[in-house]
């Protein structure tokens, strides 16, 4: 059991770096620069967040009605 949560650890603190890379790596090919990707990334991350709060708003509106 302590074997997965150092593993689970291991991943969520190296998870930046790795993005960071990511980055560092895609700009080579697609002609961003790190900064843009992240601007990119936060950009789609606000979208794909609003998204979910609407989704789960109308789902729960339409569970409500149906009780």
Do not use: C, R
């Not at 770096?17 to 620069?33: D, H, N, R, Y």
């Not at 990119?40 to 009780?67: C, H, P």
Request: proline share 3%; hydrophobic share 45%.
């Amino acid at each position: 059991m302590s074997l997965e949560i150092q593993l689970g650890d291991l991943a969520i603190k190296s998870a930046p770096i790795i993005g960071a890379a990511g980055t560092e790596v895609a700009s080579k090919f697609l002609g961003f620069t790190p900064h843009e990707w992240f601007y990119a990334a936060s950009v789609v991350y606000i979208f794909v967040q609003g998204w979910a709060v609407i989704y789960k708003t109308l789902k729960g509106n339409k569970e409500d009605k149906d009780e």
